[in-house]
């Protein structure tokens, strides 16, 4: 069965959605579900930074982990296995985006970056922009140490994205673990950046509380494939 979530935000002017283990990112695969041709899927070189690359006519490979353009027919595609899979879309100027946003990319700011880089090369309103924010590791099963909560909360602020230390998993002092909502926490970054929190949809479903469904990267202990998020004007 194929897992195809089009998030109703974006309207009817986009075709946007997120994918599961199937059809996942396989650019194939993708081609045939979303009726496009295989060279018009661009897919960034992931390396959990916080560049931002503004996609003109040169269809090239690049390393990146955001990608805008205002180019038609293109369909940006990110991948993920727990990382937050974020789709953009400025409804007057018609500007699409893709985030990969892990604990690393959050704590970069990868998505505020990707709306400032909006707004800098395009003159997008944060207001004009809609966001979708697609399936994840939550709170429920992402546990981490005081490091990767401290470098994520430096970049995002005070706010509800995470726990104190479980009991049950504390080691006592700041060696406790714990419970980091990574897409939450980008939600906060956007609203931020100036987006409306009712322009902002976010999935509820965990990757790794679905292995069934989605790839992850923590329930596979690292072996894994990777599902996608892919937003075009086509
Ligand atoms: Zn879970």
Redesign the pocket.
């Known amino acids: 069965m194929e897992t195809l979530i089009h998030p109703e935000i974006f309207g009817r002017h986009v075709t946007a959605f997120f994918t599961g283990k199937s059809p996942g990112a396989d650019p194939e695969r993708i081609a045939r579900a979303a009726s496009i041709d295989k060279q018009k899927i661009y897919l960034p070189i992931q390396k959990h930074t916080d560049k931002v690359l503004v996609l003109d006519s040169d269809l090239s490979p690049r390393i990146a982990d955001a990608v805008i353009t205002s180019n038609k027919g293109i369909l940006l595609g990110i991948q993920v296995a727990d990382c937050v899979p974020v789709l953009l879309y400025d409804v007057k100027r018609n500007v699409i985006g893709v985030v990969h946003a892990g604990w690393r990319g959050t704590a970069a700011s990868i998505l505020k970056k990707t709306i400032e880089t909006m707004r800098e090369r395009f003159g997008s309103f944060p207001d004009d922009i809609k966001i979708a924010i697609g399936p994840s ?2 709170w ?2 992402y546990h981490v140490g005081y490091d990767v909560l401290e470098s994520v909360e430096k970049a995002t602020g005070i706010g509800e994205y995470h726990n104190p230390p479980l009991p049950p998993f504390s080691k006592g002092g700041l060696g406790g673990f714990y419970c980091l909502d990574l897409a939450s926490a980008n939600k906060y970054q956007a609203v931020s950046a100036g987006v409306p929190k009712e322009n902002i949809w976010v999935s509820d479903e ?1 990757t ?2 679905h292995p069934d469904k989605y790839y992850s990267y923590r329930f596979a202990k690292g072996t894994t494939g990777r599902q996608g998020g892919f937003i075009g004007i086509i």
Request: glycine share 0%.
């Open positions: 590791i939550r429920c099963c965990c790794y509380c």
